[in-house]
């Protein structure tokens, strides 16, 4: 799961069908916590949420035939993402190329417009591949911490302060908003 600011990964231990809850044991935690599926699906919907799937090695042939979604987007995105971490940038952009041709508008190719723009330092392409995605998630938590820091690059303080602003006032807002904003505050005599 991802947060604003941190994202780690937790075990689903359980499942109940009746009452569409997942149980899941964050490993930061003594106990094991209960949530909606479709509330923690809706939270987490940019980021997947990811997994894996683990079975004893004689029950190996029950996922052979198992075909996750998302399967080849999620191919190209990864193989963009560790050509990015040995640098090699042709390698990348042949993924990134790969994804548009698959899915231009899907959220991992979207994602990798902004992994591409942070490779390469370019925050203008940066921002623009966040602004996508806000159209999609307008109000992801994620989305709009990472609009607010690349405002921090290349915006005014009035685009900022009305981001801020607007978050702050929704029903749930994480904390760190708070803090950029009076952050952002405390320049303003």
């Not at 005014?156 to 760190?176: D, F, M, S, Y």
Request: negative net charge; proline residues 6%.
């Amino acid at each position: 799961t991802v947060e604003v600011g941190s994202g780690h990964s937790q075990a689903v231990v359980g499942y109940d069908l009746l009452r569409e809850s997942l149980f899941i044991q964050d490993p930061g935690e003594p106990h094991y916590r209960e949530v909606n599926t479709d509330e923690f699906l809706q939270n987490y919907r940019l980021n997947g949420p990811r997994g894996l799937v683990l079975v004893p090695a004689e029950q190996e042939d029950r996922l052979v035939s198992f075909t996750l979604p998302d399967a080849e987007p999620y191919e190209h995105y990864h193989r963009l993402n560790k050509a990015l971490s040995v640098y090699q940038r042709d390698e990348a952009q042949a993924a990134l190329e790969d994804l548009e041709r698959l899915a231009p508008q899907h959220r991992l190719t979207l994602l990798a417009h902004v992994t591409m723009a942070s490779f390469d330092g370019n925050e203008v392409a940066r921002l623009h591949a966040i602004e996508r995605l806000l159209e999609v998630y307008p109000d992801d938590p994620r989305l709009l911490h990472w609009h607010y820091n690349a405002l921090r690059t290349l915006g005014t303080r009035a685009e900022r302060l009305r981001l801020l602003r607007g978050v702050v006032t929704q029903k749930i807002c994480p904390p760190a908003f708070y803090m950029h904003l009076a952050t952002e505050l405390l320049d303003d005599a």
